[in-house]
Nanobody, 122 residues
Framework: QVQLVESGGGSVKAGGSRRLSCVVSGFTHCEAWFRQVPGRDREEIGGIHAVLGTTFYTDSVKGRFTISRDNAKNTLYLQLNNLNLDDTAVYYC???????WGCGPGTAFPIWGQGTQVSVFS
């Protein structure tokens, strides 16, 4: 059973940066980051192919957020730069072992971490 454990959340001043980590135990095909604000739909940020390292992003975060993976540490990262108040959310990492859906927007992710809160203040 693959498990995902996020860390790195906290409070950060607007304009600042934060790096989130997600330790992945077990084999996965594709991994992604999502975020959710209470009362709103969960938003996909982007993802990465666990072997090839190719990435995809939603348009709203391109240029500010970067997804990467350290295969030696089995850890997925989300680098958050130039944060603004609208980035306040619970951030989740997710994964799939299935190759059926490929690795891109719309891929189904059945495995989820517990989430980590990022709060941006002015």
């Amino acid at each position: 059973q693959v498990q995902l454990v996020e860390s790195g959340g906290g409070s950060v001043k607007a304009g600042g940066s934060r790096r989130l980590s997600c330790v992945v135990s077990g084999f996965t095909h594709c991994e992604a980051w999502f975020r959710q604000v209470p009362g709103r739909d969960r938003e996909e940020i982007g993802g990465i192919h666990a072997v090839l390292g190719t990435t995809f992003y939603t348009d709203s975060v391109k240029g500010r957020f970067t997804i990467s993976r350290d295969n030696a540490k089995n850890t997925l990262y989300l680098q958050l730069n130039n944060l603004n108040l609208d980035d306040t959310a619970v951030y989740y990492c997710a994964a799939t072992q299935s190759t059926v859906w490929g690795c891109g927007p719309g891929t189904a992710f059945p495995i989820w971490g517990q989430g980590t809160q990022v709060s941006v203040f002015s």
